[in-house]
C-alpha cells in the first residue's frame, strides 16, 4: 500500500512540473530493483550536506544522495556538458533541464551498468550525437530524450531497451535500422515531432511494443507498417484525411485507440473500420462526425464530445438487443454535439445496460 501511495505522489507531482513530466507517460519506479526517486532533488534536499556526509566520488555538478548510491542528479544546473569522470557505480543519470548538445562517444567509457540515461529538456541535436555513444550499454533500458533538437531517431541504439521517449524534437525520419534489435522496447514516444510518414521496414524489429504515441505529427492517414503488437496507438492531432476498412486490421491486441483533433469525417471514415473485438478505448473527440460510428459491443470507453453529432442510433452499440447480446460501455461522453438528452431513443438503456456515466 505505501508501495501504491508513493507512486501515485509521483505521478501527481510529475504531471504538474513541465520538465518532470517525463513525456507526458508516468514513471513508475520499481523500490525492490532499487531505482531512485523520479523527482529532482532541486528544493527537496541540501546537497551541501549530501557533499559533507556522502564519501563516495561525486563530480561537483551534480548532487549524489546517500540512499541512492547509484543516483546522480545532475539536473537543471544549466549545464552545456555532460560532467567529465563520472563515476563508475553510475546506473541512473538524470541530466534533464540543461544546455546540452552533445553526446561524445567517450562519455559512458567507463561506466558499464546505466540503466536510466533521461536528457529530456536539453538541446541535443542529431549530428552531435556519436553513434557509438550508447552502443555497448547493455543494461541501459530507458532513454529519454524528450525536447531536444533531435531531427531524427538515433542509430546503434543499445538492444535491451525498454522504453524510449524522443517526444517533441523535429524528427522527420528514423535512421534505417535503428530499431531492429530491439526486441524489449515497450514502449516508444515520438508525439510532437514532423513524422509524415513510417515506410515498410523502419520499426521492424519492435515485437514487444505495446504503447506508440504519434500524436502530433504530420500523418495524413494512418501509417501501414505498424508493429502488430501494439495495444495503446495515439495518433490524436494529426490531420487525417480518412480511415479505410483495414486501418487497424493488423493490430491483433489494439485496446486503446486516440484519434481526437484529427479532422475526420464520417465521409472519409469507413463504416466497419473501429469494429473489432480488442477495442476497449476509443477517443473520437473534437473531430468533425455527424453520427456515431459503429463500435463492437467489447467497447468500455467512448470520447465523442466536441464532434457534430445530431443523433443517436442504438445499432451504432448493438447489432441486435437481446438477454446476451449487449454494449459494454461504462462511459460515453457526447457532450458538445448537436444532440439533447430526450432525443435518446427509447430502447437505449436496454442495449447500454452496464452504463456507468454518460455525458450528453
Ligand atoms: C575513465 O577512467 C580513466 C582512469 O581512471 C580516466 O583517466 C578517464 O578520464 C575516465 N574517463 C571518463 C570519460 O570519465
Ligand atoms: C545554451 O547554449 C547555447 C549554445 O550552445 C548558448 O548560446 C546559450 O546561451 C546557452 N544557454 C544557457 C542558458 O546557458
Ligand atoms: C530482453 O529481455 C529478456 C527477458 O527479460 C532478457 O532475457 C534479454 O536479455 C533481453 N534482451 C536484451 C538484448 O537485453
Ligand atoms: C462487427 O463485428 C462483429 C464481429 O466481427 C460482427 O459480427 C458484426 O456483424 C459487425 N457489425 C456490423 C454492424 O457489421
Ligand atoms: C440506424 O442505423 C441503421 C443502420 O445504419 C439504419 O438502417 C436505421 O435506419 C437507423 N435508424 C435510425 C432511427 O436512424
Known amino acids: 500500500m505505501a508501495l501504491l501511495c508513493f507512486a501515485v505522489l509521483v ?40 557533499r559533507a556526509n556522502n564519501p563516495q566520488a561525486c563530480p561537483q555538478q551534480c548532487d549524489c544522495p546517500i540512499q541512492w548510491p547509484t543516483a546522480l542528479y545532475c539536473d537543471n544546473k544549466g549545464l552545456a556538458d555532460i560532467p567529465d569522470r563520472l563515476p ?63 531531427r531524427s531517431v538515433p542509430s546503434a541504439l543499445p538492444a535491451g531497451l525498454k522504453q524510449l521517449r524522443l517526444a517533441h524534437n523535429q524528427i522527420s525520419s528514423i535512421s534505417p535500422g535503428a530499431f531492429q534489435n530491439l526486441h524489449n522496447l ?3 514516444l515520438l508525439q510532437g515531432n514532423r513524422l509524415q510518414t513510417i515506410t515498410e521496414g523502419e520499426l521492424k524489429g519492435l515485437v514487444s511494443l505495446n504503447l506508440l504515441d504519434l500524436s502530433e505529427n504530420l500523418f495524413s492517414s494512418v501509417p501501414r507498417h505498424l508493429p502488430p503488437s501494439v495495444q495503446q496507438l495515439y495518433m490524436s492531432k494529426n490531420t487525417l484525411s480518412g480511415l479505410d476498412e483495414d486501418s487497424f486490421v493488423r493490430f491483433l491486441h489494439l485496446k486503446y485507440l486516440r484519434l481526437s483533433h484529427c479532422g475526420l469525417e464520417n465521409s472519409g471514415i469507413h463504416l466497419q473500420v473501429f469494429n473489432f473485438s480488442s477495442l476497449v478505448e476509443l477517443d473520437l473527440s473534437y473531430n468533425k462526425l455527424t453520427t456515431i460510428p459503429i463500435v463492437p459491443t467489447t467497447l468500455q470507453h467512448l470520447y465523442l464530445e466536441a464532434n457534430e453529432i445530431q443523433e443517436f442510433n442504438v445499432t451504432s452499440f448493438c447489432r441486435e438487443v437481446g438477454l446476451l447480446s449487449y454494449s459494454r460501455i461504462k462511459f460515453l461522453r457526447l457532450d458538445g454535439n448537436k444532440m439533447s438528452y430526450h432525443q435518446l431513443p427509447s430502447d437505449w438503456d436496454f442495449c447500454l445496460r452496464v452504463l456507468e456515466s454518460i455525458y450528453i
Not at 505521478?11 to 507526458?24: E, L, P, R, S, W
Not at 534536499?45 to 549530501?50: E, I, K, S, V
Not at 536510466?116 to 550525437?129: A, R
Open 11 to 50: 505521478f501527481k507531482f510529475a504531471t504538474v512540473v513541465a520538465d518532470m513530466d517525463y513525456g507526458g507517460v508516468p514513471l513508475w519506479i520499481n523500490r525492490l530493483l532499487g531505482e531512485p526517486s523520479v523527482m529532482s532533488l532541486r528544493g527537496r534536499m541540501d546537497p551541501a550536506w549530501f
Open 88 to 150: 563508475d557505480r553510475t546506473q541512473y543519470l538524470f541530466l534533464q533541464g540543461n544546455n546540452i548538445s552533445t553526446l561524445s562517444s567517450s562519455f559512458l567509457a567507463n561506466i558499464t551498468d546505466l540503466r536510466w540515461l533521461i536528457l529530456d529538456h536539453n538541446q541535443l541535436q542529431s549530428d552531435k550525437l556519436d553513434q557509438v555513444a550508447l552502443q555497448n550499454q547493455a543494461q541501459l533500458c530507458y532513454l529519454f530524450a524528450n525536447h531536444n533538437h533531435l
Open 186 to 188: 515497450t514502449q516508444l
